[in-house]
């Protein structure tokens, strides 16, 4: 059995912006945070994309989907991430687990963690039970302190 460990990180920068949705994980955040970017800037999703994509050595998110490229405008994180679970399953591998951890001192996640906690299972086929959907905050340091933007990290394990 051949398996492979990725890693992804991602940054955007946080704003209010009543008319952009937040979007984390597939799930929508209500309130007036939002995040941007060139598609939805949904930080989870991006980091598990290039997670995947680092796994199966095929460069990073802005390699595959530029943005400078108009056709990913406003894109829907879900549509890329299954983009690159269908050249993960070309290659003969499937999802074994998750770890993901959100960077902020806003939004509070805790009440949405279960809602994102089931998109992101269901998005990559997996169990829940592993999925790890984790946040944390910077304690105030740094521009993730002042609540300038969301980061996240996620490794993955793939296995063919």
């Not at 592993?130 to 304690?139: D, L, P, Q, Y």
Request: hydrophobic share 40%.
């Amino acid at each position: 059995m051949d398996i492979r460990i990725g890693q992804g990180i991602d940054f955007h920068q946080l704003t209010e912006d009543p008319s952009r949705p937040l979007m984390l994980g597939g799930v929508e955040i209500p309130g007036n945070l939002a995040l941007k970017g060139h598609s939805d800037a949904d930080v989870i999703l991006h980091a598990i994309t290039d997670a995947i994509l680092g796994a199966l050595a095929l460069g990073d998110l802005g390699e595959f989907f530029p943005d400078t490229d108009p056709a990913f405008k406003n894109a829907d994180s879900a549509r890329l991430l299954d983009t690159v679970l269908q050249e993960m399953q070309q290659r003969g591998y499937r999802v074994q687990n998750v770890d993901v951890t959100l960077i902020g001192e806003r939004p509070k996640v805790s009440p949405f963690r279960p809602q994102i906690k089931k998109k992101v299972a269901s998005l990559l086929a997996i169990r829940e039970e592993s999925t790890g959907i984790k946040a944390t905050t910077t304690e105030k340091m740094g521009f993730l302190g002042r609540s300038e933007g969301l980061g996240c990290l996620a490794v993955i394990l793939l296995v063919q």
